[in-house]
């Protein structure tokens, strides 16, 4: 029998859609379902580039005597982390405080009350490495169901109110100062690998958020060490096998401590805010590696993840044919010697070998090698190496592609708006703003309703069904506000206020703290609220961030209010545990600055006026805000009352509510920021 998946717009979920299980969407009719037939429900939640979702659903769920015994005594529930990250939150934090770790693919099993009674991520189809077979686990939970349900219920009681109890203590008294950052600072310096960049042990996560607060502390207090830190470990992951030394982009993260082996699958957030990164890496430094990283990470974003509609898509698999019809991990990355040899002929090979690190033994597995840049500067001739790279690109483009999940997330893609938008504009490449305002124009025409709520994801040009949760309203207006930045249009800046006010009404609770979800979301066994920051900027964290911002351009007391009260969360948390919330010692960094307000009047086709817009744009000040146009425009607030100064282009830089004399000169500008 069909399932009832057919009709998502999940690439998740459409994956499972001929699966002999029989699937529901997450739906109120799927738990009305259990409680007729007097069953619990099975909720297995997992994402489309995810390797283990695919190897247990090759394994269990394409297997039809396990999807009669799921089918006889279950409702099985199937949902994508990436549509519903609310449902994902709430059960997770169950996983994680029942079993000590999480991760996906995520096996539950509820009430049809929706409580959770027992837990479990990835089983095997029989018993192994210490784990039972998931037929095993079924037989399990259904005699528990059928001999002991007073039990379980007592179990699924006692659960739901221990999470309930878990609301968070988050420190609202007041906001982050010096001693905060620099305590956040010195955590950092504990935990950083000074021999291979990063922080902490294996598996290694690209820091982004971290780095960003580093690149704005250094640009604040002039700390060397924090620059240090951030470009040694740029240099590092852009050298390692994590980056895609001929396509460019990041993998998720690298299996070992060295960059060398990543787990293949590439996300849209990572390329996003590691291209910001390294954008703003060049602009603290002039690095000829950094504004390559950051052009070539911008590019494949372009080329590989741009959807037809100008959206952006979520990911790249992990695994593809490599040629004999298996599915492979890291097939379309990793080379051999012989496979170089193949594409290369023998000389340029042996050159390609030893540039890019491919050894006899392989770094990878089956004696492959991925491409990594061990080695210092000026080694090849660079022309030879452009040929040979050109060459390998070619090659690797007849290979299977990954699987591509093309639903386009509104928080992933506000991201992506901002990274493009700032790259293109600090490195002269008009063409990435153009491809950040159509992603922008997409979200308003077809995520954005009238009354500016959001909707999380859509998919061939067709709105989900899923409200956006705070991380949407919050990076959506985060792009939205650097857009209004580099274009001058202050149509962004007003499409942010109408959703930074969205989160004002409907996501904020007492003394500043805030919620994923709105105040009249579908209601879970508890409302999920999450400060940290982790493989992308908390919706929380994210908030307070673009709240400011737009307290800076239009001088709103509530905005700054709100970001002030969301930052409690960060006083309480930078010192103790800094990788954590990287997004939000950012945004703290930019509140101790000012942050700084920029108004650049002219007419655009004065070159006065383009050379003090661009120096405005390279100001490393923390958090800077930036407003150009004509003398007195109505396009944007800082531009209000401010004329030229004897007829020329002029700047004007206030912080703190302290304006300095305006100035037309671009290098006294410079100084000033």
């Known amino acids: 029998m069909a399932n009832r998946l057919a009709h998502e717009t999940s690439p998740y979920l459409l994956q499972h859609a001929d699966n002999p299980v029989d699937w529901w969407p997450w739906s109120a009719e799927a ?77 539950v099993f509820l009430t049809p009350d929706a409580a959770p009674f027992y837990f479990g991520t990835y089983f095997p189809p029989e018993p192994r490495h210490g784990m039972p077979s998931f037929p095993d686990v079924l037989e399990g939970v259904r005699g528990a169901w059928a001999d002991r349900r007073e039990e379980v219920g007592e179990v699924a009681d006692r ?4 999470l309930a109890g878990r609301s968070l203590a988050y420190g609202g008294d007041g906001v982050p100062g010096q001693e905060e950052l620099a305590q956040a600072l010195l955590g950092l310096v504990r935990e950083y690998d000074a021999t291979r960049g990063g922080f902490g042990g294996a598996p290694k996560f690209p820091p982004s958020m971290v ?64 291209c910001r990164v390294y954008a703003h890496l060049w602009r603290a430094t002039g690095s000829d590696l950094a504004r390559r990283v950051a052009l070539e990470t911008a590019d494949f974003m372009v080329r590989e993840l741009r959807t037809p509609e100008g959206g952006f898509a979520s990911a790249l698999d992990a695994d593809s044919d490599d040629g004999t019809g298996k599915h492979v991990e890291g097939a379309y990355y990793a080379w051999t010697p012989e496979q170089l040899t193949a594409v290369l002929g023998e000389e340029d090979a042996a050159l390609a070998a030893a540039y890019y690190g491919v050894t006899e033994d392989g770094t990878f597995e089956h004696g492959s ?102 991380e949407d309203y919050a990076d959506v207006a985060e792009g939205f506000l650097a857009l209004a930045a580099v274009t001058g249009e202050g149509a962004w800046l007003d499409f942010a206020g109408f959703l930074l006010d969205l989160v004002i009404d409907r996501f904020t609770g007492e003394g500043g703290a805030l919620y994923d979800t709105a105040h009249d979301a579908e209601t879970l066994i508890r409302r999920p609220q999450d400060p940290t920051d982790n493989a992308a900027p908390s919706g929380w964290t994210a908030a307070a961030g673009a709240l400011l911002s737009y307290a800076a351009h239009t001088g709103s007391e509530a905005h700054r209010a709100a970001a002030e009260g969301a930052l409690g969360v960060v ?62 425009s109505e396009e944007f607030p800082l531009l209000k009352d401010r004329p030229l100064v004897a007829g020329r282009a002029a700047a004007y830089v206030c912080r703190h509510f302290v304006c300095e004399a305006p ?11």
């Open 571 to 632: 006083k309480a948390l930078g010192p103790r545990a800094p990788r954590f919330i990287g997004w939000g010692l950012a945004v703290a960094e930019a509140l101790l600055d000012g942050p700084r307000e920029i108004a650049v009047v002219g007419t655009p086709d004065d070159e006065a006026f383009q050379e003090l817009r661009r120096t405005a744009l390279r100001a490393a000040a923390p958090g800077a805000v930036l407003a150009t146009g004509a003398p007195d």
């Open 211 to 274: 780095l960003e607060f580093l690149l704005r502390h250094h640009a604040r207090t002039g700390s060397e060490g924090a620059l240090q830190m951030a470009a040694d470990t740029c240099e590092a992951m852009a050298r390692g096998g994590i980056y895609d030394q001929l396509g460019g982009g990041f993998a998720r993260y690298a299996v070992d401590r060295a960059w060398v082996v990543p787990h293949f699958e590439k996300m849209l957030y990572d390329n996003a805010l590691l």
């Open 369 to 470: 090698s991925v491409l990594q840049l061990p080695q210092g500067s000026g080694v090849a001739d660079a022309d030879r190496i452009a040929s040979i790279a050109a060459r390998l690109l070619a090659a690797r483009e007849e290979r299977e592609r990954p699987g591509r999940d093309d639903k386009v997330v509104a928080a992933w893609n506000g991201l992506a708006i901002a990274a493009l938008a700032e790259t293109g504009a600090l490195l002269d490449r008009p063409d990435l703003i153009e491809r950040a305002t159509e992603a922008a124009d997409l979200l308003v025409r077809v995520h954005m309703d009238e009354t500016a709520r959001l909707t999380r994801t859509s998919k061939d040009g067709r709105a989900g069904t899923n409200d956006g949760v705070l």
């Open 159 to 162: 659960i739901v109110k221990d």
């Open 31 to 107: 738990f009305e379902e259990a409680r007729r037939r007097n069953v619990p429900v099975l909720l297995s939640v997992g994402y489309s580039s995810c390797h283990w979702c695919h190897v247990m659903a090759h394994e269990s769920f394409e297997d039809d005597a396990t999807a009669a015994l799921v089918n006889d005594h279950f409702v099985a529930v199937k949902v994508d982390r990436e549509e519903r990250p609310d449902v994902d939150a709430v059960y997770m934090e169950a996983v994680q405080a029942a079993t000590g770790q999480g991760g996906w693919p995520m096996t």
């Open 663 to 673: 100035v037309t000169d671009p290098a006294e500008l410079a100084a000033k920021l």
